[in-house]
C-alpha cells in the first residue's frame, strides 16, 4: 500500500493540476498490456503546445511539422493550387495573341500580300489555342485544389486524434523515466516549454498564408548576385593560375570529382524558404546539438546567400526520395539476410556487382527501361545506394549474441518480441551506420543523376564543366560538399543521442 501510495505522490507531482486524470489514466495502462485505449483531449487539441509543455520533443518535432505540413497543403489549395499558375499563363498567352491580332492588323494595312501577315495570323491561332488549352488545365486544377484541401483537413484532424491517442501512453513512459531520473525539474507543465510551439507557429503559418496569397513576395531567397560572380571570378582567376601549374593532376583529379554525387525532391520547394529554414535548423539542434546547429546555419547562409537554395532543396528531395526507398528495401532485406545464411549468399554478389558496377553503366538499362528524367536518376541513385544498409543491417543482426536470444526465449518471448525487443535495438549502431552510408552514396549521384534530367545542384556542376567555368563549378560543388556534411552530422548526431 504505500508504494502505491508514493507512485500516485509521484503521479502529482508530475502531472501538476491534473494528477488524478493521469494517476486514473496511468494506473490503467498499468494493469494492461499493450495499447490501451484513451483519448487525452488536451492533447488532441492543444497538440504540439501539450508536446512541449510536457517536454515530449521526440513526438513534438514530428507533430509540429506535421500541423505545418497541414497548413501548407490548405493555403495551397486555398489559393487555387496549380490553378493559379495555369490561370496567369492562360492570361499571358491570351495578351500575347491580341497582341499578335493587332501586329497582323497593322500589317494587312500596310500590305496585304505580304507573307509577314500570314505568319503573324498564324502565331496569334497558336497563342489562342494554348491559352484555351491552359484554361482547360486550370479549370481542372480547381477540382485538384478542392482535393488537396481535404487531405489538408484530413491530415490535421489525424494528426490531433492520433496524438490524443497515444499521449497518455507516452506521458506514462516518460513518467516512468523521470521517475527513475529522480529530476524534479521536468516534472509539471511547463508553461516557457509549452509557448515555444505557439510562437513558432505565429511565426510561421503567417508566413506560409502570405507565401500563397501573394506568391512573389517569397519566392525566391533573397541573395546578391553580385556575391556569386564576384566570387566566381575570383575563383576564375586563383584556379587558372594553378592549373598551369598543375595541369596533368588536374585531369585525374577531375574524374574523381565527377564520381561524387547524389539526390531528393516535394514538398521543401513549395513550402515557404523561412519555414524549411526554421525546420532545418530545428531539427539539427535537436538532433545533434549546437556545434551541428551552428553548421547547418552557416551551411544554409552559403546557400541563400550564393543563390544556391531552390537547388538545394530539389537535390535534397531527390536524396529523400531515393534514400527513403534504399531503406524501406535495405532494412528487410539485410534483416532476412541476417537470419538466413542461403538469402545471404545469393543477395551478397548482387551487391557486390552493384557495388562495384560503375555508376555510369547503370544509366543505360534504366534510361531504356524508363527514358530520361527525375524517375530513372532515383532508380539509378536506388541501385547505388542500396547496398550499404543491406550489408550492414545483415552484420549488426548477424553480430547479436546467441545468449542474448535464449535468454529471451527462456522467458517466454514470441518472434516479434526478439525481432523489435532484443535483434534490432540491439543491432541498431549497425543499422544507423548503413542509414548515413546510404545517404551518403546516394547523395554521391548528384552529377550523374543531373546527366538524365535531374536537375539540382548537379546541374550547375555539369554546366561548369561543360564551359570550363572553374569558379563557378567549385562554388556548386561545394554546396553539394556541405549538403553531405550537414546530413552526416544530423544522422551521426540522432546515432548518439
Not at 491552359?134 to 481542372?140: F, I, L, N, P, Y
Not at 485538384?144 to 484530413?154: R, V
Not at 506514462?172 to 515555444?196: I, M, N, P, Q
Request: proline share 4%; net charge positive; with cysteine.
Amino acid at each position: 500500500m504505500t508504494h502505491h501510495t508514493a507512485r500516485d505522490e509521484a503521479i502529482m507531482h508530475f502531472a501538476g493540476r491534473n494528477g488524478l486524470y493521469y494517476r486514473q489514466a496511468f494506473q490503467r495502462i498499468g494493469e494492461r498490456r499493450g495499447y490501451v485505449p484513451s483519448i487525452n483531449i488536451a492533447a488532441a487539441l492543444l497538440g504540439p503546445i501539450w508536446l512541449g509543455g510536457r517536454r515530449l520533443w521526440s513526438a513534438f518535432w514530428p507533430y509540429l511539422i506535421a500541423d505545418l505540413l497541414a497548413v501548407v497543403l490548405i493555403a495551397f489549395a486555398l489559393a487555387g493550387g496549380t490553378s493559379a499558375e495555369q490561370g496567369a499563363r492562360a492570361d499571358r498567352l491570351e495578351k500575347l495573341a491580341v497582341t499578335r491580332l493587332s501586329e497582323a492588323k497593322a500589317a494587312n494595312d500596310r500590305d496585304a500580300t505580304s507573307t509577314i501577315v500570314k505568319s503573324l495570323t498564324r502565331s496569334a491561332a497558336a497563342l489562342e489555342k494554348a491559352a484555351d488549352e491552359a484554361r482547360q488545365v486550370a479549370d481542372h486544377a480547381k477540382a485538384g485544389a478542392s482535393l488537396i484541401l481535404a487531405l489538408g483537413g484530413s491530415l490535421l484532424v489525424a494528426t490531433r486524434l492520433s496524438l490524443g491517442a497515444i499521449a497518455n501512453h507516452i506521458a506514462e513512459r516518460r513518467f516512468r523515466t523521470w521517475r527513475l531520473e529522480s529530476d524534479r525539474r521536468k516534472a509539471g507543465f511547463s508553461l516557457l516549454h509549452a509557448g515555444g510551439a505557439p510562437v513558432l507557429l505565429a511565426a510561421l503559418i503567417p508566413i506560409i498564408l502570405l507565401h500563397f496569397s501573394d506568391r512573389t513576395l517569397l519566392d525566391a531567397v533573397p541573395s546578391d548576385p553580385a556575391w556569386n560572380s564576384a566570387s566566381a571570378a575570383w575563383l576564375d582567376h586563383i584556379i587558372g593560375s594553378i592549373s598551369k601549374a598543375v595541369a596533368p593532376a588536374a585531369g585525374t583529379l577531375t574524374y574523381a570529382i565527377t564520381g561524387m554525387l547524389g539526390l531528393l525532391e516535394a514538398v521543401l520547394t513549395e513550402t515557404p524558404w523561412p519555414v524549411v529554414m526554421a525546420i532545418i535548423l530545428a531539427i539539427a539542434w535537436q538532433l545533434a546539438g549546437f556545434r551541428v546547429f551552428l553548421l547547418t546555419f552557416v551551411a544554409i547562409s552559403y546557400l541563400a546567400i550564393l543563390g544556391y537554395w531552390e537547388k538545394s532543396m530539389q537535390t535534397v528531395a531527390l536524396l529523400g526520395t531515393a534514400a527513403l526507398i534504399s531503406i524501406s528495401i535495405g532494412i528487410p532485406l539485410g534483416i532476412l539476410c541476417g537470419y538466413n545464411r542461403r538469402i545471404a549468399a545469393i543477395v551478397r554478389p548482387l551487391l557486390d556487382f552493384m557495388q562495384t558496377m560503375p555508376a555510369f553503366v547503370y544509366l543505360i538499362p534504366v534510361i531504356a527501361l524508363f527514358g530520361i528524367g527525375k524517375p530513372s536518376g532515383i532508380i539509378a541513385t536506388v541501385i547505388f545506394g542500396i547496398p550499404p544498409v543491406v550489408r550492414l543491417t545483415a552484420l549488426g543482426i548477424a553480430s547479436v549474441p546467441a545468449s542474448v536470444r535464449e535468454a529471451a526465449v527462456a522467458f517466454g518471448a514470441s518472434r516479434s518480441f526478439i525481432l523489435f525487443k532484443v535483434d534490432l535495438p540491439t543491432a541498431g549502431p549497425s543499422i544507423m551506420a548503413g542509414i548515413s552510408q546510404t545517404i551518403l552514396m546516394c547523395l554521391s549521384m548528384v552529377v550523374i543523376a543531373a546527366l538524365i534530367g535531374a536537375k539540382g545542384l548537379g546541374e550547375d556542376v555539369l554546366h561548369a564543366l561543360q564551359y570550363a567555368a572553374q569558379g563557378q563549378g567549385l562554388l556548386a560543388g561545394l554546396a553539394i560538399l556541405l549538403c553531405a556534411i550537414v546530413l552526416d552530422r544530423m544522422v551521426q548526431g540522432g546515432r548518439t543521442h
